[in-house]
């Protein structure tokens, strides 16, 4: 019988260099895909989770390398387990929130209503209940900034500070492939932009930019993978929604909000 860890994370191998993590057992809307980059030098892991369970006891037969953790952003479902890795690293406009371990700005206040018992089909471990939920601080031992590249050894990753979800959303574009690891971004679902933390003037400024940008796949923060059509499709309509007249410029606050 699995142990719980083996339990409640899943793994998909998408090619030799790249696996695909998921919290099967947490509700779909929310669940976040975790990347791991293998490299010849060093490995990223992009996004760790929730943080219920030990992600990096279930990743340590695929850890041989130096790892740096990185968090997209601060959200409790991206950045719950970045405590767990020994280098971990986030953008500047969110370090504070992960040093801190601000649960308001990972969103997983009780007020906020973000975490909810029913969206744990199955319990990571005897007991848990979502009352007790909290971001572990940590502090960041890398900040990351606009223009940063991360070099793997066999491959180098470019960060792109693209907020407007949140003021410290990044992704990782790699030129050469024009793959774009893109968290909470871009995804071929609804984008959220109207919590607290998101401005959908800027969200359509990081469009506008990823308009120009060529890319050929995305390994998006949620949901499916998708390429090129895709992509231009979910930047023209989001583009053109939220530029439609007597659409809002700021972002509408509720008090009824799901993430």
Same mark, same amino acid.
């Given at each position: ?39 010849? &030098?060093?490995?990223? #892991?992009? *996004?760790?989770? !929730?943080? +219920? /369970?030990? =992600?990096?006891?279930?990743?340590? %037969? ?19 387990g970045m405590h767990e890795f ?61 223009? &940063?590249?991360?070099? #793997?050894? *066999?491959?180098? !990753?470019? +960060? /792109?500070? =693209?907020?407007?979800?949140?003021? %410290? ?91």
């Amino acid at each position: 019988m699995l142990d719980p860890i083996h339990q409640w994370f899943s793994t998909q191998r998408i090619t030799d260099s790249l696996y695909l993590i998921t919290e099967p057992h947490y509700y779909w809307f929310n669940r976040a895909n975790l990347w791991l980059i293998k490299g010849r &030098d060093r490995d990223l #892991l992009i *996004d760790t989770g !929730l943080g +219920v /369970l030990s =992600l990096r006891s279930y990743l340590a %037969g695929l850890l041989d390398k130096p790892l740096l953790a990185i968090a997209s952003h601060i959200h409790f479902d991206h950045a719950g387990g970045m405590h767990e890795f020994d280098q971990r690293a986030i953008h500047a406009a969110e370090a504070s929130a992960l040093r801190m371990g601000d649960d308001y700005e990972a969103l997983c206040t009780p007020q906020q209503g973000w975490v909810r018992q029913e969206d744990f089909h199955q319990l990571p471990y005897e007991g848990f209940t979502v009352e007790t939920y909290t971001l572990r601080a940590c502090e960041p031992t890398q900040i990351l900034n606009e223009g &940063d590249v991360l070099d #793997l050894g *066999d491959r180098a !990753l470019e +960060v /792109l500070h =693209l907020p407007g979800h949140s003021p %410290g959303c990044i992704a990782l574009y790699d030129p050469k492939t024009q793959e774009l690891f893109s968290g909470d971004v871009i995804y071929d679902g609804e984008l959220l932009d109207e919590l607290h933390c998101s401005h959908i003037p800027t969200y359509l400024n990081t469009y506008d930019r990823l308009s120009q940008l060529p890319v050929e796949t995305v390994y998006p923060g949620h949901y499916r993978i998708f390429g090129k059509a895709d992509y231009r499709q979910i930047v023209d309509d989001y583009r053109r929604s939220r530029r439609s007249p007597g659409c809002p410029s700021e972002p509408i606050k509720s008090q009824n909000d799901r993430a």
